[in-house]
């Protein structure tokens, strides 16, 4: 239990664009998703916490026009990166919080190469 | 603040056990994690203790809390080239918010 998938595991696409990314709770409900950034050989950056029906919440220094975060629904977050740019690219990764709500189930991560 | 450190690398030969160090620096933090990413992958949850325990062990893995140094710790035993990975440590100091650590690369020499 408690599998979380994402799509696309890899997009590239042309600077300017926009491109969305599919987070999917696939076996249990989830209110809270997260949306992580991590750069080669670093740790996770937290982006923004996902609330189902309502704002997401973003971070310090995170541009929420830039990401737009939609959470329509109990097993799907999206994210939004709008006209990319190369210094977007970077592993998006996203994770689900448990309906125990003790743990982040995290999904494979989608790799973003903006040319 | 909230921050979470750890060694960066780790080795060790397979047959062996693996020890990964870690600090926090919230004392409220009700939870503790490690978690396990392997190349160009999500990540994976080993096994979490909450901080009213001192020792978790599940099969292969025991976590140590030493809450009073804010350290905990992740023995891997008899450790498997399978195991090489990068481990996270995490806490979770209030709120649904987890802070990772940098990540400790462990390599598994056969």
């Known amino acids: 239990g408690a599998v979380v998938s994402q799509h696309p595991s890899w997009v590239i696409c042309k600077s300017g664009t926009s491109v969305k990314i599919e987070c999917r709770s696939l076996d249990f409900q989830a209110t809270t998703m997260f949306w992580y950034r991590q750069f080669p050989k670093q740790s996770l950056m937290l982006m923004a916490t996902s609330n189902e029906g309502s704002k997401a919440t973003y971070e310090q220094g995170v541009e929420k026009d830039k990401f737009l975060i939609n959470h329509a629904s109990l097993t799907l977050s999206t994210l939004t990166v709008t006209s990319a740019h190369p210094e977007d690219s970077s592993f998006y990764i996203c994770s689900a919080l448990g309906q125990e709500q003790e743990t982040q189930y995290f999904g494979p991560g989608t790799r973003l190469l903006v040319l | 603040g909230e921050d979470v450190e750890q060694s960066l690398f780790l080795s060790v030969r397979e047959g062996d056990s693996s020890v990964i160090n870690c600090t926090y620096t919230d004392s409220s933090s009700t939870y503790l994690y490690w978690y396990k990413q392997e190349p160009g992958a999500g990540l994976q949850l080993l096994t979490y203790?909450?901080?009213?325990?001192d020792m978790k062990q599940d099969q292969r893995l025991t976590v140590l809390l030493n809450k009073k140094d804010k350290h905990l710790s992740l023995r891997i035993a008899d450790t498997q080239t399978g195991d090489s990975a990068i481990y996270f440590c995490a806490e979770r100091p209030g709120g649904f918010k987890t802070i990772f650590g940098a990540g400790t690369r462990l390599f598994v020499k056969a």
């Open positions: 203790i909450f901080s009213n325990m």
